[in-house]
């Protein structure tokens, strides 16, 4: 593979496509010399983390607005910037995200290291997001390689091992195209490839500007790459979910700093399970001595499993939970959103 006219071909076509990002410095704009913050691109790789970019683009703007830079991130309260998180998931990101503005702040004057090395010593920044920072703000030869980048590999290269077993060589194979002329272009111009070209079903072949370098292509099956290993069945657990009423308030909780969720405010739950609840032993683990109702059942799936809540009404009091009005109910992660708005459907 020729690969001065490989990266020629993808580098022309992303300087007339590149899509128009909020966190992005377009390519003309970059020509120019103007450079990406480091904030916004480490913002915006963290919320991408098992997110779309239409997703995760309002919590951007809204985070950027409140939280300019890495010092005002860093002052604020930690249950303010959870529950402006709250909707992304994975919230051990949110947690990392403190704790990395923190220490930008502290230990940097508010200013982030501008090398991979220096990137990946701060806490919560793994080797993918030091790598994309290093490459797209500081303009670092970096080997940025996420989940469009390895699709591209995978069909240019026509890898047959299967994913994840075949991480480590799409990765090699990605380092190989990687120079020092214009890292930050080249690892967003992948990134775009593979978002609305090289796309995971129907690839846009016909589109594409480098499908003469294609070998899954002159295969005849672009599609079937990457290879993938048979999944595992994702395991299903039960739980009970308390709605407790004080007129147009609902009793809630703090989960545990550390683990799933944890730090969010949430409903009273029983534990979750692998096996349903009796009503005897939903009742028992009730937050409150009240009349408890069936008021709904939701479904959730998390990464490593699937969870069936059902959802206990009653009007009550309960020492220690933090009674929030139902109008801000919002900045509930999306499980326990759910169960809320099922609870508050039916209404006793």
């Known amino acids: 593979m020729d690969r001065d006219r490989l990266r020629a071909s993808l580098l022309a076509w992303y300087d007339a496509h590149a899509r128009a990002l909020p966190w992005r410095v377009g390519p003309a704009d970059h020509a120019q010399g103007v450079r990406a913050d480091p904030y916004r691109i480490w913002l915006s790789e963290v919320m991408l983390q098992q997110t779309t970019v239409p997703h995760a683009t309002p919590y951007f703007l809204s985070f950027t607005q409140r939280w300019p830079d890495a010092r005002a991130l860093a002052a604020e309260d930690d249950g303010q ?13 949110a947690r990392n995200l403190l704790a990395c503005a ?11 290291p501008d090398t991979e090395e220096g990137l990946r010593a701060l806490p919560g920044v793994g080797a993918y997001t030091a790598a994309a920072v290093a490459a797209i703000a500081f303009d670092r030869p970096a080997n940025v390689v996420d989940g469009n980048v390895e699709r591209v590999m995978a069909r240019l290269f026509a890898v047959e091992t299967a994913l994840p077993d075949a991480k480590p ?6 380092g190989e195209l990687v120079t020092a002329e214009r890292p930050g272009d080249w690892a967003q111009a992948l990134m775009d490839l593979g978002a609305t070209i090289c796309r995971p079903k129907s690839p846009l ?53 550390r683990g799933l969720l944890g730090g969010m405010l949430a409903l009273p739950t ?48 309960a020492e220690d939970l933090i009674w929030t009005p139902t109008r801000d109910l919002g900045a509930l992660p999306s499980v326990f959103l759910k169960a809320a708005r099922a609870g508050l459907d039916n209404l006793l």
Do not use: N
């Open 270 to 317: 029983s534990d979750w399970r692998a096996t349903p609840w009796s009503e005897a032993e939903a009742l028992a683990a009730a937050p409150a001595d009240a009349d408890w109702r069936a008021a709904g059942e939701v479904e959730h799936v998390f990464t490593h499993f699937s969870l069936g809540l059902r959802v206990l009404r009653a009007r009550g009091d």
């Open 81 to 93: 910037v959870m529950a402006a998180w709250a909707g992304l998931g994975y919230y051990a990101r």
């Open 205 to 257: 072949c016909e589109r594409c500007p480098v499908a003469g370098f294609c070998a899954a292509l002159a295969g005849g099956a672009p599609e079937s790459y990457p290879r993938k290993s048979a999944k595992a069945a994702r395991p299903h657990r039960f739980g009970i979910a308390y709605l407790l009423t004080q007129g147009d308030q609902v009793g809630l909780v703090r989960r545990p700093p």
């Open 102 to 112: 923190r220490a930008v702040a502290q230990a940097h004057g508010g200013i982030f």
């Open 169 to 174: 060589e799409l990765k090699r194979l990605a």
